[in-house]
């Protein structure tokens, strides 16, 4: 295949072309993310990439001899043109790597996406963005769903942008609690952003930013999860791992927060309970023990939690919400406030009335 000579000095042209180009090379078989960024970052651009000869092609590393000839297919330009047509109509936008919009954290990445597809508001990622992975099993128990929603919904309250997956279990717990704290939460999906999965988010995922890697009308498969974490790492000054198995999903996203740099924290379980395994593992090797979003602050040096506006409340009232400023159990909380049980007991239904505390699994927490 004869190709036109690479110009002497890249030539951008408009930014709708190289997202094209950018595209493209998404679409080209045997190119995945890492020989993508490769080839952008050899000749400037994509749109460069796709005019080199092959002779120049040859000298990108990475890139096997099946790959080169693919390199400008005339059948992946269609695709790409398709798929931007189709998303200017479902109202998505797609982002290209270099362009603007494309967060600047994942710089951190060797592998970043040659392309990202957003629907709903888009945040400024910078390099070190104010913004945590919050991250665990699916099978939550119900101490750390609890926990899960007080510190996402804090971290929300002192404007930290709370990431996370979308999947069952503590995910779902850490967007719902962001988005009722009033904050913003970005889903990074292992679907399409038209393609949500579980389909009892749907409702949630339109209170969310839905981030994704995968073309419009990609159903999820297994394979796409472990590597949209490198994501939810990256986009992240650092992750929370509440609770997942030695071998989860839980634990690649720690590993990939440590290899951009970031900061791993990890809540303490239960010995014994498979899913504390990986948080005691992290905590072993180093991660910062975390039983409060004020952990967090205090070792980003992001400030303060700010406490949600309250109703006035009755002195009783008020002194057993503030102590629940981590789940605790009936005993518990009656040694922090120093009241009578049957006090303590009568205040928490009142707050339970109220909507402003709930009970789950034996352990209270605000709502």
Known sequence: MTRPASPSAPDPGSATDELLALLTLRFTPQLGPRRTENLRRHFGTARAALRAPLAELRAVPGLEARSLGAIGAPKAAELALAELEKAVGAGVRVLGRGLDGYPEALDALGDPPAALWVRGEWPEFPAVPRALGVVGTRAVSP???????????????????????LARGVDTEAHSAAVEAGGPSVAVLGSAVDHIYPSENVPLSRRLTLLSEYPLGTPPAQHHFPVRNRLIAALSAGSLIVEGELRSGSMITATHALECGRTVFAVPGRAGDPRAAGPHRLLREGAVLTESAQDILDELGWGVVHA????????EQAGVLAA???????????????????DVQSALVMLQLLGLAEETGGRWARR
């Open 143 to 165: 101490h750390a769903r609890a926990l899960t929603r007080q510190i996402a919904g804090d971290l929300a309250r002192a404007g930290v942008l709370v990431v996370s997956g």
């Open 308 to 315: 949600a506006p309250l109703p006035d409340l009755p002195p």
């Open 324 to 342: 629940l400023n981590v789940p605790s159990t009936l005993d518990d909380l009656q040694a922090r406030v120093c009241l009578p049980l049957p």
